[in-house]
């Protein structure tokens, strides 16, 4: 009996408490659990069908079998829904990785993927304290890093999502080793700061850092 820790993560994004989320989860796919009769649920999760836990969990996968049929009557797939198909359908995984690209400089996130909000901010403020980003809050007054600043990187920016679901990736396996594992939480990696590094035969090395942005 495996669970399938993306399943179960994005089972939790959609709504679904925890411990339902880890019953549906195992030895299945989004897939497999959009196919599950009521009965099916209802046996699963050990609860009646009259129960609103059930209700709620039973429209929630509803939802997502509506919204997949809706999107095939586009040929147009987002990475995200990409991302998705990866995890329901496995055989789906290469694609075009632009960090191999020759052109493409070297991009990294400032600290771990997974990381409590105390260490990012400290590791942050070492990494941007030449710049003097530490600025007064106008509403405290207290000091505060100025993240915002920055120059700005799209979420949806292709090397963004290379890091991104190589961090997930790497997240989901460390949760399926050490089911204790906190995984990573739904955009996590907005707001995150991007350290480039780019070398020149001229100039050397250079290093500049960008803030990874949900919109403009």
Same mark, same amino acid.
């Given at each position: #009996? *495996?669970? /399938?820790? %993306?399943? /179960?993560?994005? !089972? #939790? @994004? +959609?709504g679904v408490s925890e411990e339902y989320a880890h019953k549906l989860a195992t030895d299945r796919n989004m897939t497999d659990i959009k &196919? +599950?009769?009521h009965d099916d649920v209802a046996s699963t999760l050990g609860i009646s069908k009259d129960a609103e836990e059930f209700i709620n969990t039973m429209q929630i996968i509803a939802e997502q079998g509506s919204r997949r049929r809706a999107a095939k009557k586009s040929t147009k797939i987002t990475i995200r829904a990409k991302a998705i198909d990866d995890f329901d359908r496995p055989e789906i995984t290469s694609r075009f990785n632009a960090l191999n690209h020759e052109l493409v400089p070297h991009q990294e996130l400032v600290? @771990?993927? &997974?990381i409590s909000p105390e260490d990012q901010l400290s590791i942050e403020m070492e990494a941007l304290a030449p710049w003097k980003m #530490?600025? $007064?809050? $106008?509403e405290t007054g207290e000091d505060r890093l100025a993240k915002e600043l920055l120059p700005k *990187? !799209?979420?949806t920016d292709p090397v963004v999502q290379v890091i991104k @679901? !190589?961090?997930e990736a790497a997240d989901? %396996?460390?949760? #399926?080793? &050490?089911p204790d594992h906190t995984p990573l939480a739904a955009g996590w990696i907005a707001d995150r700061v991007l350290k480039v590094v780019r070398q020149s035969p001229s100039a050397g090395q250079t290093v500049a850092y960008r803030l990874i942005v949900e919109g403009n």
């Open positions: #009996m *495996v669970v /399938k820790s %993306a399943t /179960k993560k994005r !089972l #939790m @994004e +959609l &196919n +599950l009769s600290g @771990e993927a &997974n #530490m600025q $007064p809050d $106008p *990187v !799209l979420i @679901e !190589l961090a989901s %396996a460390a949760h #399926m080793a &050490n």
